[in-house]
Structures are given as C-alpha cells and as structure tokens.
C-alpha cells in the first residue's frame, strides 16, 4: 500500500452575476470569493502535514487561479492538465434560472431526449473514463508525495459515482461537491478508494452563486 494520496480540488466562486451557464466558454474567472475559497482548500492542503509533490489543474481560469495560492502555499509548478476539464455542454450561454431560464422553455425540451447519457453534453462515462485516466497517469509517474488536481464539480463526481461502484446518471442538484471542496482518493493495487472529503471553504458558501455548469 503506498502511503500517497490523490486530492481533487473543486475550484472557488466565479464572478457570475447573471447566473449563466458558462461551461467551458473564456472569460470567467473566481470572485473576490472564489480567492478566499481557493486560499482557504490552500491552507487546508498546506496544513495536513503531509508531503505534496505534484500539483496538476484544468486549463480553464477558474480551476488556474484556485491553484495558483495551492502553488505558492506548497512551492509547486502548476501543470495543466487537458482531462480533467469541465465537460461540455448544450446550455453554455443560457441563463440557468428565474424567468429565462433554459431549462423551463420548452424549444430546448428535445435536448433531454436521453438524460442517461446525457442528451445535452459529454457522456457520463467519457468524464469518468477520461478523469480516472488522468489520476492513473498521475499516480503511476509519482514515485512519493501526494498529487493535487484542480478541477470541476462534474468531473470529480464523475470520478466519486465510478470508483464508488455507483451509477453515473444523477440529479446534477444532488451532488456532494462543494466550491473549493477537496475529495480524497488513494490506489491500493488497481482498485481506486474515495477516503475522505473536506469542505475548507464552508464558511462562505451560504449564497455563493454555483451555477456554471450542468
């Protein structure tokens, strides 16, 4: 059994006050909150006393500048990693609710033709498959010291439903992911093994807006 661990990094609040559904479109980037929930998953790693030798992160902004208070705070390079990038999405653009929200008009109805796969975005199993990928390659060329991954809300459920043995299909509204939440997974043999999850930013997620993806 090897004593290093895999942390997936839920990134911070984005700046979004119109509540759209950004997915993977540019230009948006974490909040004066979205900061201080990504200092916060900082500290929480930099605090367990515990050595931490690779720190990896989505290419999009929010999951860059969750990571970068990781890099300083443990004196690590950040390296960007393609597979653990939100999936796509239909609904990038919309506004997710009150009146004009996307999901309540019924010219967009046919995109749910199957919510299993999903109808309106990448496939359940393709995230999960390409997120386990990424924690594999990253486990196996790390010799000693635990490895960090700053991702998305998606992506790390995906990868908790599959090792967890459980469906891939879900309520998104359902998912035990917090913004700047850390889900801890270790590899004994060829079997992965969720150990523990962490809420660092707790305290500031009351009304934060987390409504960037489906």
Request: charged share 25%.
């Amino acid at each position: 059994m090897s004593d290093k661990l895999l942390h997936l990094v839920r990134h911070g609040e984005v700046h979004n006050p119109d509540r759209v559904l950004y997915g993977r479109l540019p230009g948006f980037r974490l909040s004066e909150r979205g900061h201080q929930m990504a200092e916060a998953a900082a500290l929480e790693l930099a605090g367990s006393d515990r050595l931490v030798s690779r720190l990896l992160a989505s290419p999009l902004e929010r999951a860059q500048q969750s990571a970068r208070p990781i890099a300083s705070a443990l004196s690590l390079e950040i390296v960007t990693e393609d597979r653990i990038i939100e999936p796509t999405n239909s609904f990038e653009g919309m506004v997710s609710s009150g009146a004009d929200a996307a999901f309540s008009k019924p010219r967009y109805w046919h995109r749910y033709w199957n919510p299993f796969r999903p109808s309106w975005g990448e496939p359940y199993r393709q995230i999960a498959d390409r997120v386990r990928a990424a924690m594999n390659d990253a486990w196996e060329s790390t010799r000693d010291g635990d490895i960090v991954m700053v991702s998305h809300q998606s992506p790390i459920w995906m990868a908790h439903l599959d090792i967890t043995g459980k469906p891939l299909f879900h309520n998104p509204s359902s998912r035990r992911c917090e913004l700047s939440s850390i889900t801890t997974f270790e590899k004994r043999g060829e079997r992965w093994f969720e150990v523990d999850y962490r809420t660092p930013a707790a305290g500031l997620t009351d009304d934060a807006v987390d409504v960037g993806a489906v």
